[in-house]
T-cell receptor, first 112, second 113 residues
Framework: GESVGLHLPTLSVQEGDNSIINCAYS??????FIWYKQESGKGPQFIID?????DKRQGQRVTVLLNKTVKHLSLQIAATQPGDSAVYFC???????????FGQGTELSVKP | DSGVTQTPKHLITATGQRVTLRCSPR?????VYWYQQSLDQGLQFLIQ???????AKGNILERFSAQQFPDLHSELNLSSLELGDSALYFC????????????FGPGTRLTVL
């Protein structure tokens, strides 16, 4: 079925380092992408989004990059902190709207 | 805190039973979405309601149904429960019918024994 192709790897980084989490999406018609953070026992929390007419968007300590040519999305977290430890999901939305299609998630582990 | 509330937080029941999960969207949001999160399937979209009407359907089983009430809260009904229905069920809300940014509630953890 439809999927945003994200396996569930684990990324382990040292506190203070930068983190990069990658995502491949499958639907070339998707025009909106979101990164969510999910901590244990909680619901997904919105981090940052980007529309398909952009290739980069920056937030506070986070940057999302979009490469439509290869259908690739990445989330960069600067100066990673222990509080950033969580599972990160990318999600896509198509012009038809409504549902978000989620990837499988990447678990980020930050070592102090 | 996203502003989306869900009750109950945990639910333990037996196979064959029926349960109702409740969601209150953020103030002002007209769209409500239901998602199921299981270990082997990740986050899967179930159904969307906008201002009381069904707008989109995902891989929702026939044993499952939902509705959105005039006060915009929503309920997800799961019947003839099976062991495989054990999962986290999330509700999300957004302002418009197609509003890309969806805000998620804390979820209901359903355990079917």
């Amino acid at each position: 079925g439809e999927s945003v192709g994200l396996h569930l790897p684990t990324l382990s980084v040292q506190e203070g380092d930068n983190s990069i989490i990658n995502c491949a999406y499958s639907n070339s018609a998707s025009d909106y992408f979101i990164w969510y953070k999910q901590e244990s026992g909680k619901g997904p929390q919105f981090i940052i989004d980007i529309r398909s007419n952009m290739d980069k968007r920056q937030g506070q300590r986070v940057t999302v990059l979009l490469n439509k040519t290869v259908k690739h999305l990445s989330l960069q977290i600067a100066a990673t902190q222990p509080g950033d430890s969580a599972v990160y999901f990318c999600a896509e939305n198509t012009p038809q709207g409504g549902k978000l299609i989620f990837g499988q998630g990447t678990e980020l582990s930050v070592k102090p | 805190d996203s502003g989306v509330t869900q009750t109950p937080k945990h639910l333990i029941t037996a196979t064959g039973q029926r349960v109702t999960l409740r969601c209150s969207p953020r103030s002002g949001d007209l769209s409500v979405y239901w998602y199921q999160q299981s270990l082997d399937q990740g986050l899967q979209f179930l159904i969307q309601y906008y201002n009381g009407e069904e707008r989109a359907k995902g891989n929702i089983l026939e044993r499952f149904s939902a509705q959105q009430f005039p006060d915009l809260h929503s309920e997800l009904n799961l019947s003839s429960l099976e062991l495989g229905d054990s999962a986290l069920y999330f509700c999300a809300s957004s302002v418009e019918q197609r509003s890309d940014t969806q805000y998620f509630g804390p979820g209901t953890r359903l355990t079917v024994l």
